[in-house]
Nanobody, 120 residues
Framework: QVQLVESGGGSAQAGGSLRLSCAAS?????IGWFRQAPGREREGVAS???????DYSDSVKGRFTISKDNAKNTLYLQLNSLKPEDTAMYYC?????????????????WGQGTQVTVSS
């Protein structure tokens, strides 16, 4: 059972930046970030596979960057040029077999989430 703990959320002004972290209890091959705003469906934001290949949703492409530090078993999401519509609970998710997807149903392990609030 992989344990995931997110941190780094908070409040920011539009145009600002935040950096989210996700600490994993063990090495994981396939990791992603998701978000869910109140009244909206969960959205895949970014994913990274075991070869470092990345994928982003169109809504964040060019503004968010996913990365990982394998030595620390930690995943990061750099959020730049934030917009009020980026306001949501952000979750990291992991799986040991399915990689490179923004579909949440393929991930087996989930963190508890960290809140990001962007004001205009």
């Amino acid at each position: 059972q992989v344990q995931l703990v997110e941190s780094g959320g908070g409040s920011a002004q539009a145009g600002g930046s935040l950096r989210l972290s996700c600490a994993a209890s063990e090495s994981t091959y396939c990791i992603g970030w998701f978000r869910q705003a109140p009244g909206r469906e969960r959205e895949g934001v970014a994913s990274i596979d075991d070869h470092g290949g990345t994928d982003y949703s169109d809504s964040v492409k060019g503004r968010f960057t996913i990365s990982k530090d394998n030595a620390k078993n930690t995943l990061y999401l750099q959020l730049n040029s934030l917009k009020p519509e980026d306001t949501a609970m952000y979750y990291c998710a992991a799986d040991q077999t399915v990689c490179g997807t923004l579909l949440g149903r393929f991930y087996s392990y989930w963190g508890q989430g960290t809140q990001v609030t962007v004001s205009s």
